[in-house]
């Protein structure tokens, strides 16, 4: 399994303001997801980060406003761009850990809980 | 056609009941099933998965039931405990299609009364 952290574990911003979320993993993968949850909600994906090229975003999710990095094969952070009160949410990052040659299990960090004012 | 259904949306249940969270698929190209349990403020933890070569996977008080041709999977929980009270997802996903995005339910509420 793959034990996964983030930083900052919540935040309360203000609006028009970025806040960047960092995701630690303690072993090398290739695929990491971005995600956000509404409260009460499923999960919603918003890109999809491989270390070495851009990361693919999926519809209704921007660059501009999201912006990926992923410097290497444990790390990624996503920025939330001129937040609004709109995109309070839990951010979640996950890593898929490539078993016997398929793409299995994917595993969660904890989340990060922002609240836009 | 990528969409995963999931039924009831949040399901109450005595001490020592059993659970039923129902899911339901299009794709058939989808061969990867987990599911998730979320407890309030924490991620989404993998709880138990099933591929389609078997009709039923059991861990502990935990069996997740699949029908293959009607393109359905559920989750039982047994003995149901207030521990137990969390969030459930189930997912799918093309584990043949390298990077092919895991495709969440709407997800159930469980809450399992003492």
């Known amino acids: 399994s793959a034990v996964i952290s983030q930083k900052p574990s919540r935040d309360i911003c203000q609006r028009g303001t970025s806040l960047t979320i960092q995701c630690q993993v303690d072993?090398?993968?290739?695929?990491m997801f971005w995600y956000r949850q509404q409260p009460g909600q499923s999960l919603t994906l918003i890109a999809t980060?491989?270390?070495?090229?851009?990361?693919?975003?999926e519809s209704g999710f921007v660059i501009d406003k999201f912006p990926i990095s992923r410097p290497n094969l444990t790390f990624s952070t996503l920025t939330v761009s001129n937040m609004s009160p709109e995109d309070s949410s839990i951010y979640l990052c996950?890593?898929?850990?490539?078993?016997?040659?398929?793409?299995?299990?994917?595993?969660f960090g904890p989340g990060t809980r922002l609240t836009v004012l | 056609q990528q969409q995963v259904k999931q039924s009831p949306q949040s399901l109450i249940v005595q001490k020592g009941g059993i659970s039923i969270i129902n899911c339901a698929y299009e794709n058939t190209a989808f061969d990867y099933f987990p599911w998730y349990q979320q407890f309030p403020g924490k991620g989404p933890a993998l709880l138990i998965a099933i591929r389609p070569d078997v009709s039923e996977k059991k861990e502990g008080r935990f069996t997740i039931s699949f029908n293959k041709s009607a393109k359905q999977f559920s989750l039982h929980i047994m003995d149901s405990q207030p521990g137990d009270s969390a969030t459930y997802f189930c997912?799918?996903?093309?584990?043949?299609?390298?990077?092919?995005?895991?495709?969440f339910g709407p997800g159930t509420r469980l809450s399992v009364l003492p």
């Open positions: 997912a799918a996903s093309n584990s043949r299609n390298y990077g092919q995005n895991f495709v």
């Open positions: 980060a491989n270390q070495g090229s851009e990361a693919t975003y």
């Open positions: 996950s890593v898929v850990n490539p078993g016997q040659g398929v793409t299995d299990t994917q595993y």
């Open positions: 072993s090398q993968v290739t695929m």
